[in-house]
């Protein structure tokens, strides 16, 4: 049973950082790319950041570049999510996803963590 397991979102003042983990078991993570997206509310899920299965190719959405880094760690089947000079509108829920294919589209990812909450006070 694949299992994504997202951890670090807390509430966090604007201008900070946040690093969020992504946990995965269940799946040959180092095969699978991965990727970040989010829901803020009333909104539709946005992707956010993606990464190829060894982490040779990362593509972050322009909202978020130059801010936000993804990352992964095979030999503990974790990606991670450094976000910093975080501002109100990053607030969402952040959702890790795998998926075979690397891509953008939502859709195109097999797997779903429970996601973490993020609020970025002004």
């Known amino acids: 049973q694949v299992q994504l397991v997202e951890s670090g979102g807390r509430l966090a003042q604007a201008g900070g950082s946040l690093r969020l983990s992504c946990a995965a078991s269940?799946?040959?993570?180092?095969?699978?790319?991965m990727a970040w997206f989010r829901q803020a509310p009333g909104k539709e899920r946005e992707f956010v950041a993606r990464?190829?299965?060894?982490?040779?190719?990362?593509y972050s959405t322009d909202v978020v570049k130059g801010r936000f880094t993804i990352s992964r760690d095979n030999a503990k089947n974790t990606v991670y999510l450094q976000m910093n000079s975080l501002k109100p509108e990053d607030t969402a829920v952040y959702y890790c996803?795998?998926?075979?294919?690397?891509?953008?589209?939502?859709?195109?990812?097999?797997?779903w963590g429970q996601g973490t909450q993020v609020t970025v006070s002004s």
């Open positions: 990464i190829t299965w060894r982490g040779g190719s990362r």
């Open positions: 996803a795998s998926g075979r294919d690397d891509t953008i589209d939502a859709g195109r990812y097999d797997y």
């Open positions: 269940g799946l040959t993570f180092s095969t699978y790319a």
